[in-house]
């Protein structure tokens, strides 16, 4: 994980307490204790300290933190560091003495002062005494360009996620962001090699990390998608090595070509056809030849026909593979021949679509829209996808006639966006009256669709429009909370009304102390919304009415009355 990545591995409501954290000033200091270690004092319920390390590729190799926090591997105190680290408010946080790189400083003049011999006894004493070393070690000293390295790299990719299984070889939720630690450490490799130039080997080490991920993936809960990101990073610097054509070696192209065919049908990827597929697309890179072309066709094709678990998705994400090649190969011609050859898939569609309103053939713009309509009638999401890119040909053609009608069939299903566009296409006399049918009409069709029900309270807010608001939080007293400061400028009494049976009524359905809170607090709004004297009455009528249950008497006398 690095830091551009925490929003997609750490849990969003971690996040968000973390940066609540560091926006209050909760971290009291960060201090890079050395290059890429980090030393942080956090003020939770108590003080905790939290250590962060990095790898030399910026991956989070290692956090620690003092609470105890087990849900997941990144507690919000680790978080809001690692945000800082990225982030720094150096307003907020107040920088630690940093006198431990002085301190380093001195370890590498005292390391200066060692002659060989010393030295490699002191290493070999720290790879005995202190987990991790050895490995760093042997790390440093692999062989990358033979196959013994692939073998030291899977072994130390095992003793990672061996360390954190259970005695049943099982690992838990909380361990794989730290089983896969040494597949990160493998990924630098893989990254080094790359900038190196070393393509062949890239792919090698790429998929050395994938089979092992692939396994693990059957032994584990990977709920927070460590192993499965770990694979997608693996298929991205495979995808980007197949891109770098022009500089790749000619054997080795070719040799890299024959291995992403091969890696596609590996037991590791079965079932996972996005995977798959991703290994095929960067193969399109490496097509030279009509016998590559051929073997790759072949390839895709068995896939499809040889097992039944290739889903619709599959085939039409293969189609589009074949548009790429296609268009690569033998031009765009046949590209836009194989494109309105399957019109059936969304994508083509689409694509033509747009295509056709790009080069301004609108006729057959619209006609591929309203064709797309009538195919896919049983499907209602593709029908307003086709719908919308028929209003955009009606925009660029001129047609506000047929925009208006469209746009206001996307209003009354609760389209928020056209209800603007709508508004301006009206001259101003006759949007009055067209303003009124479609309130009428909003107010019919909410009842059975809940964008439209949003949709036609936002536009009462919005334009102001409070008897209508009013006699809609009369029907349905619970939104009073949410729209009281609409309404209580014109219609006090009546909101005051409102909350009173909300509230008695709520009160009545309550039977334990968390539900008896969310009444007070709606007591609490009444007071905010100036109904003081209505507020103090329904407490005494609650604490007359509910004499015994001792737990709302309890929290009606915490609501403070001005």
Known sequence: MKLKQLERFIDPIILERAEEYRKNGHILSIEETSPTVYYAQVQGSELYNVSIEFSKSDNVSFTDCECLYEDTPICKHIAAVLLEIREPTSNEVKAAPKTPKSKSAKLTDHLFKLGKDELIALLIHLSKEIEGVEQELSLKFVDADHNEGLRQYKKIIRDSIKK??????????????????????????AEEASEKGSHLRTVEICFCIMHEMGELMQTCDDSDGYVGAMIQD?????????????????????????????????????????????????????????????????????????D???????????????????????????????????????????????????????????QLAEQGEHQDAAKPGLVVKW?????????????????????????????????????????????????ERILDRLDTTRRKNWNADYLYTRVLVEEKETKRLLDYVQKQESTVVEYYPH????????????????IMNQTARSSNRKEYQKVCEVIRHLIKAGGEAHAKEIIEQLGLAYPNRRALIDELQKIKLP
Request: hydrophobic fraction near 40%; charge should be negative; charged fraction near 25%.
């Open 308 to 366: 039944s678990s290739y889903s619709q998705y599959f085939s039409e994400q293969a189609a589009g593979l074949r548009y790429n090649v296609i268009q690569k190969l033998d031009g765009e011609a046949l590209a836009l021949n194989f494109l309105h050859d399957n019109l059936h898939i969304e994508a083509f569609r689409q694509w033509a679509i747009e295509a056709a309103m790009k080069s301004e053939r609108f006729d057959q713009a619209l």
């Open 164 to 189: 954190h299984s259970d005695r049943h070889g099982f690992v838990t939720y909380r361990n794989v962001f730290y089983a896969i630690s040494g597949a990160e450490k493998i990924m630098e490799k």
């Open 487 to 502: 309404l209580v400028g014109e219609h006090a009494e009546e909101v005051f009304v409102i909350f009173h049976q909300f």
């Open 234 to 306: 693996c298929l991205r610097l495979i995808h980007h090595t197949g891109s770098q054509l022009e500089r790749i070696v000619a054997k080795d192209r070719s040799v890299i070509f024959q291995l992403l065919l091969k890696e596609a049908l590996h037991p590791s990827l079965e079932g996972w056809n996005e995977w798959q597929l991703s290994l095929l697309e960067s193969a399109i890179y490496l097509i030279t030849s009509a016998a590559e072309r051929k073997m790759w066709d072949q390839l895709l094709e068995s896939m499809e026909k040889g």
């Open 387 to 435: 719908k919308k890119l028929r209003y955009e040909i009606y925009e660029l053609t001129g047609q506000v006639g047929l925009q208006i009608k469209l746009a206001e069939e996307f209003v009354i299903e609760g389209e928020y966006s056209y209800y603007a566009r709508l508004k301006g296409l009206y001259g101003k006399d006759d949007w009055a009256a067209a303003y």
